[in-house]
């Protein structure tokens, strides 16, 4: 494994954490995986489908997601929204990231 390759693998653990955070903050209201994809994207975080769709399936196997199936301009999708267990969830794991950040704010200064 190269030193970029080391990198580029420790950068992609990082954005996980993130990722579904940024998710369950984005799902208060339905969507399908696409869409969330394009708003992440908007907000400046770049998902590939590779790993979104599997985060969104595992985030509804621990309960924090719910979702249903539509048909819509012909094809079946599979809409996402955060479920209750992930409203009461949410509270708590925005208080964690803002302490994580606050502590790697002071370490990263150092």
Do not use: F
Request: one cysteine or more; a neutral charge; charged letters at 25%.
């Amino acid at each position: 494994m190269t030193n970029s390759d080391a990198i580029e693998n420790v950068i992609l653990e990082l954005r996980r954490g993130v990722i579904v955070l940024a998710a369950l903050s984005l799902l208060d209201e339905e969507q399908y995986g696409y869409s969330l994809m394009k708003r992440l994207s908007e907000c400046g975080l770049e998902v590939e489908q590779g790993t979104l769709y599997p985060l969104l399936r595992r985030l509804e196997g621990q309960g924090l997601l719910a979702s249903s199936w539509r048909i819509e301009e012909g094809r079946p999708r599979r809409y996402y929204v955060i479920s209750q267990a992930g409203r009461e969830a949410l509270p708590g794991l925005k208080a964690e990231w803002g302490g994580i950040v606050g502590m790697m704010g002071k370490v990263l200064s150092k």
